[in-house]
């Protein structure tokens, strides 16, 4: 039982749970967004007041896809916050404090002499060894 509890205590479990109540939370007030500002404001242009009752019908079968507007641009107005609010600054923030590459070494020292050739040479220019291939 300890083991569970050192499991639910960690700092990963804890952000994690905060995440998702904070998620389901903006979830809300983007959809009550979507369905009380711009539907309309949509609506204002189009002349339909409701996406609700937006529909086709083939064969006698009616698709209702006023509903599927609404959550598709909920779900857009979500993915554009959580990039621009999140992400990108999260990944400048850790662009700036992660360390570049090193690059690769130009030269290296041969082994009989010591001396400093370059790295893709198979010869040593001052003690003529021949050396393995550069790796």
Same mark, same amino acid.
């Given at each position: 039982?300890?083991? !569970?509890r ?12 905060? #995440?998702?109540?904070? #998620?389901?939370?903006? #979830? =809300? %007030? *983007?959809?009550?967004? %979507?369905?009380? !500002?711009? =539907?309309?404001?949509?609506?204002? *242009? #189009? ?10 019908t083939?064969?006698?079968?009616? !698709?209702?896809?006023?509903? !599927? ?10 993915? $554009? ?13 850790? $662009? ?6 090193? @690059?690769? @070494?130009? =030269? ?7 001396s400093?050739?370059?790295?893709? $040479? ?5 003690? =003529?060894? *021949?050396?393995?291939?550069? $790796?």
């Amino acid at each position: 039982m300890s083991g !569970f509890r050192s499991f639910l205590l960690r700092g990963n479990v804890v952000d994690l749970a905060v #995440g998702i109540v904070i #998620g389901a939370a903006f #979830g =809300t %007030v *983007v959809n009550e967004l %979507v369905k009380d !500002f711009i =539907t309309p404001l949509i609506a204002a *242009v #189009g002349g339909q007041p409701n996406f609700d009752s937006l529909y086709f019908t083939v064969n006698n079968s009616r !698709f209702m896809y006023g509903r !599927f507007l609404e959550a598709a641009i909920s779900f857009l107005l979500v993915a $554009a916050v959580v990039y621009y609010l999140v992400v990108l600054p999260y990944s400048r923030f850790r $662009a700036r404090f992660e360390k570049a590459p090193a @690059p690769e @070494p130009t =030269t290296r020292d041969c082994p009989e002499c010591l001396s400093q050739i370059p790295a893709k $040479a198979r010869r040593c220019a001052y003690c =003529t060894a *021949v050396l393995s291939v550069a $790796a």
